[in-house]
């Protein structure tokens, strides 16, 4: 074999071997892509966006202080919204079951979060284009919440039935104050991996 053949061969071999690698890193990035939603709780349970919420409806500051306060209100608006099936759906939180849970994004997808202190009150909150509407406003433990500090975003989980594993969810910014600022998120995460 001269050298042109073989260094004919060795190139030959290097493009197979980098399809290989090619073929070999798609299917890891595939099968890491469908473990994610498994390990995070998101395939055992479905809760798109669709709630309008307000955290601390007449302070729009939201901001929770651990230390200092022992519940948070939380307003559900009436909201309207396309379903799976491409039909308009209207949400009416005066009309459903009080099957609620807030907090931390990790300890909803946990089955965890703060309950309702009650079946809340329906009160007549002005939407912000000069309208107002009839919502739910509820109020929820602070020390049930999972929230440490860390967090921008508070999360509502409304339970479509008792099962818990469907239904729809809102989110709404806050500051936290008088907690720790940890990695208890990022904690929980490895322990779900590990689990």
């Not at 099936?85 to 099957?99: C, L, N, W, Y």
């Not at 946990?110 to 007549?124: F, K, L, N, S």
């Not at 509407?133 to 339970?159: N, Q």
Request: overall charge negative; aromatic content about 8%; cysteine-free.
């Amino acid at each position: 074999m001269n050298d042109r053949t073989q260094r004919a061969a060795m190139d030959v071999s290097t493009k197979t071997t980098t399809r290989r690698r090619l073929l070999g890193n798609a299917v890891g990035i595939g099968v890491g892509a469908a473990a994610i939603p498994a390990v995070s709780g998101v395939a055992a349970a479905h809760f798109p966006t669709q709630l309008d919420i307000d955290i601390q409806p007449q302070n729009e500051d939201n901001f929770i202080d651990l230390a200092e306060h022992d519940s948070v209100s939380v307003a559900v608006h009436p909201t309207e919204y396309l379903n799976g099936d491409g039909e308009r759906e209207t949400f009416d939180p005066t009309e459903e079951a009080v099957r609620y849970r807030f907090g931390s994004r990790f300890d909803l997808q946990d089955g965890g979060g703060a309950r309702p202190a009650g079946d809340g009150d329906v009160t007549e909150i002005e939407s912000g284009h000069g309208e107002s509407d009839e919502s739910l406003v509820l109020e929820f433990p602070v020390e049930d919440t999972g929230l440490d500090g860390s967090e921008e975003a508070a999360w509502l989980y409304w339970e479509r039935d008792d099962s818990g594993e469907h239904g729809l969810a809102g989110v709404d910014s806050l500051r936290v104050y008088g907690g720790e600022q940890s990695n208890t998120a990022l904690l929980r995460l490895f322990r779900r991996f590990l689990e």
